[in-house]
């Protein structure tokens, strides 16, 4: 079945440091892939998402790259603020009819001054 | 106001007891789901319903059940809570099978 591993956190990053969070995906056929970012106290809220390969999905600074030879949608932004400071879900919906959207297990992220 | 509301915010039952969950939305979608949110594991689909007459189970729908009163109303019921059902609840909508899910901003039950 589909899967989707994504790194563990915490991350903890000054504001304006460089942020990667990994994600890879297990997934037959081509899969669409998402982000989606999970404030404190709310419910979760798409941030990105790419539909095929090499496809760069971007919102609010963070981007990622549909990657299918790595199997990868690593997330990326160059100049975090305290204001980021969240849960992020990496997240994949496979190809072919009704497919249920498989999350990662999240990576929480906290931004310092 | 929220485009998906959730009742209750947070609720504390005790193993046994029966509890509905509810979940509104007001975007006109057809498709509704419920999550449930735990540490480390990220989140599980319990039940989803692509219209009112149309529910289906998720990969984790043992010990719950659902009801689809209204194209904009989603209920899930614990029959007899157990403490293991203790987590963080969700519920999404989307606007067809391929759309973005647009969440709820959860419920968080504590069964003692």
């Known amino acids: 079945g589909n899967s989707v591993t994504q790194m563990e956190g915490p991350v903890t990053l000054s504001e304006e440091a460089f942020l990667t969070i990994n994600c890879t995906y297990t997934?037959?056929?081509?899969?669409?892939l998402f982000w989606y970012v999970q404030y404190p106290g709310e419910g979760l809220q798409l941030l990105l998402k790419?539909?095929?390969?090499?496809d760069k999905g971007s919102n609010k600074g963070f981007e990622a790259t549909y990657r299918k030879e790595t199997t990868s949608f690593h997330l990326e932004k160059g100049s975090v603020q305290v204001s980021d400071s969240a849960v992020y879900f990496c997240?994949?919906?496979?190809?072919?009819?009704?497919?249920?959207?498989?999350f990662g297990t999240g990576t929480k992220l906290q931004v310092i001054p | 106001d929220a485009d998906v509301t959730q009742t209750p915010r947070n609720r504390i039952t005790k193993t046994g007891k029966r509890i509905m969950l509810e979940c509104s939305q007001t975007?006109?979608?057809?498709?509704m789901y419920w999550y449930r949110q735990d540490p480390g594991l990220g989140l599980r689909l319990i039940y989803y319903?692509?219209?009112?007459?149309?529910?289906n189970k998720g990969e984790i729908s043992d010990g719950y059940s659902v009801s689809r009163q209204a194209q904009a109303k989603f209920s899930l019921s614990l029959e007899s809570a157990i403490p293991n059902q203790t987590a963080l609840y969700f519920c999404?909508?989307?606007?067809?099978?391929?759309?973005?899910?647009?969440f709820g901003p959860g419920t968080r039950l504590l069964v003692l």
């Open positions: 999404a909508t989307s606007d067809g099978p391929r759309e973005t899910q647009y």
């Open positions: 997934a037959t056929g081509y899969p669409s």
């Open positions: 790419a539909t095929k390969a090499d």
């Open positions: 997240a994949l919906r496979g190809s072919g009819g009704y497919q249920k959207v498989t």
């Open positions: 975007k006109g979608h057809d498709r």
């Open positions: 319903s692509f219209d009112v007459k149309d529910i």
